[in-house]
């Protein structure tokens, strides 16, 4: 009997999530079957909450952007753009929100010859926002932009092991590699590498209708905002749920957290710890906090004086209160970072290599090796993650216990990224991490990418670093490949020139009237940046 009335809640539920009976039906069938008025009616609150339902306008105020952005996916280095391809366009694979991988235009994909070759079956059926039938064609043009000798695309180094892409029919996409790659399913998930429409061979990356994501891009003013309206053609089923979203750069954490206590945004990102506290009182809005990949880094660049020497590197290394930082400027939202950009929730984490701590004798000893004198200057901006400057500060302060004299350069939020980051000696950035260490490394460290913020190229670890992590991209002996993954961090932790100061929360405030699934992505902020296509309003 117990089981008869189970199975009968659960098909009055099914009914109900699926519209087959309303919610008076509902309420008085669980009447019925025996359940007390006041849980039937919590029941049908539920439901109708888990329950994504179209329409409305979302109204997301994001922590970044920048006035040299542009809808060009190879390009993109912040947040913003980021959440703006998600928006537009799909991958052949994505991460989802049980941080597991999947395929998304790719409706499979298999291994070849040891990994060397890697097959994607294109799912059929699915138009790009322009009309276009997605092809094989399309993917090869795609890649082939990331591809190019003189490309200036973020994601060059990622696709250099690509030897040659080939079709087999329409609908199936071969890729070659120059040796095995056992995460290459991974890599073309990044949100650089989304596939846009073709001609002839060729793609026009400026176009707006060039994707197959859930919502068509309207307005685009870099640094500003971005609009959008749903792609009534999508080919997910349950997916993009507003009928407009607005994308608004609001990179000033105090204007951010205004505009969300003000109503004036649904949802904010990349919220101040400082303000956590103050925004989770207010009745009307909710706090989501995920861990996963996210870190504050100071890259220090060897080919710009005075960190080309290692003993200066490592005197900053041990001159900065890694425990301070995460106490005053996350406060608690994170933990201490070990100068390696991969931590225990990614495969082949290296819990060997002792915590790097605060020691201001030892970096005294660094620096007078270095023969360094005078001030070091290092930029920051809350560009580059909120607090970053008042980390700065902390920096200067601890160091300054060490002899060691550091000039805070306080640079304008605009710009930063264009400006600041990837150019000048020492300054404030922010990854969002990668699920594999391959795919970090190739994103950051290796000699042959764009974005290896730390110049980390000439040295004879950097050299070994490269070698090794070759090696383990096509190693298929898990314990091999452990050794090497270990060789490769110790090597970034004693030679690197990036300081990874903190693994940083994931936090976000937003309206209760935004709701979502059980489970939220964080391999990116925002429900992994595809919080457009996963969010609706309850």
């Not at 109708?48 to 306008?57: E, Q, R, S, V």
């Not at 650089?192 to 003013?221: C, P, Q, R, W």
């Amino acid at each position: 009997m117990r089981d008869m009335k189970k199975v009968f809640i659960q098909d009055q539920t099914e009914k109900f999530e699926k519209g087959g009976i309303n919610r008076r039906q509902f309420i008085t069938s669980m009447l019925a079957a025996g359940v007390v008025l006041p849980t039937a009616m919590t029941m049908a609150s539920d439901v109708l909450a888990a329950t994504p339902k179209k329409g409305g306008k979302l109204r997301h105020g994001s922590g970044y952007g920048g006035t040299t952005d542009s809808i060009d996916p190879s390009t993109s280095n912040n947040g913003f753009t980021q959440y703006t391809i998600y928006s537009r366009g799909n991958h052949l694979t994505e991460i989802g929100p049980d941080g597991k991988l999947r395929g998304e235009l790719a409706e499979s994909f298999e291994p070849a010859d040891g990994a060397t070759k890697w097959i994607f079956n294109l799912r059929k059926g699915v138009t790009f926002q322009n009309g276009k039938s997605l092809t094989a064609d399309d993917v090869i043009a795609t890649f082939n932009i990331h591809r190019g000798e003189d490309t200036k695309s973020a994601a060059k180094a990622l696709v250099t092991g690509v030897k040659d892409i080939k079709k087999d029919g329409d609908n199936r996409v071969i890729f070659e590699m120059e040796s095995g790659n056992a995460d290459f399913p991974y890599i073309v998930s990044d949100y650089h590498l989304m596939i846009m429409a073709s001609k002839d061979g060729k793609v026009d990356v400026s176009a707006k209708d060039n994707g197959t994501g859930g919502y068509l891009l309207g307005d685009f003013e870099a640094g500003v905002r971005a609009s959008f309206k749903r792609n009534p053609n999508y080919w997910k089923e349950g997916a993009a749920h507003f009928d407009e979203v607005e994308l608004l750069s609001v990179v000033d954490p105090t204007a951010r957290q205004s505009a969300m206590l003000n109503g004036d945004v649904d949802i904010a990102d990349a919220i101040d710890p400082k303000t956590v506290a103050l925004l989770g009182k207010v009745p009307t809005l909710d706090i989501l906090e995920t861990t996963g990949t996210q870190h504050y880094t100071f890259p220090m660049r060897l080919d710009v004086e005075p960190f080309g020497n290692a003993d200066l590197r490592m005197a900053l290394k041990l001159a900065i209160d890694r425990q301070e930082l995460v106490d005053k400027v996350l406060l608690g939202h994170g933990v201490a970072g070990n100068d390696i950009p991969v931590n225990g929730v990614m495969p082949f984490f290296n819990d060997k290599i002792a915590q790097r701590s605060y020691d201001p004798e030892k970096a005294a000893e660094h620096y007078k090796k270095s023969g360094h004198s005078g001030p070091i200057k290092l930029s920051v901006a809350d560009a580059a993650f909120a607090g970053a400057v008042d980390a700065g500060q902390l920096i200067a302060a601890s160091a300054k216990k060490a002899g060691i004299d550091i000039e805070i350069v306080r640079e304008p939020n605009d710009g930063y990224w264009s400006n600041v980051w990837n150019k000048k000696g020492w300054c404030a950035c922010y990854w969002g991490g990668r699920p594999t260490q391959d795919w970090m490394y190739s994103s950051a460290y290796t000699r042959d990418n764009n974005w290896n913020d730390t110049a980390w190229r000439g040295t004879e670890a950097s050299k070994r670093f490269n070698e090794v992590v070759v090696q383990a991209r096509a190693e298929t002996d898990e314990t091999k490949r452990q050794a090497q993954y270990f060789e490769a961090q110790q090597l970034l932790h004693d030679d690197g020139g990036a300081i990874v100061a903190m693994w940083a929360n994931y936090i976000s405030a937003h309206s209760k009237k935004l709701t979502h699934g059980e489970q939220v992505a964080a391999n990116w902020q925002n429900d992994g940046n595809k919080l457009a296509e996963r969010w609706w309003f309850a």
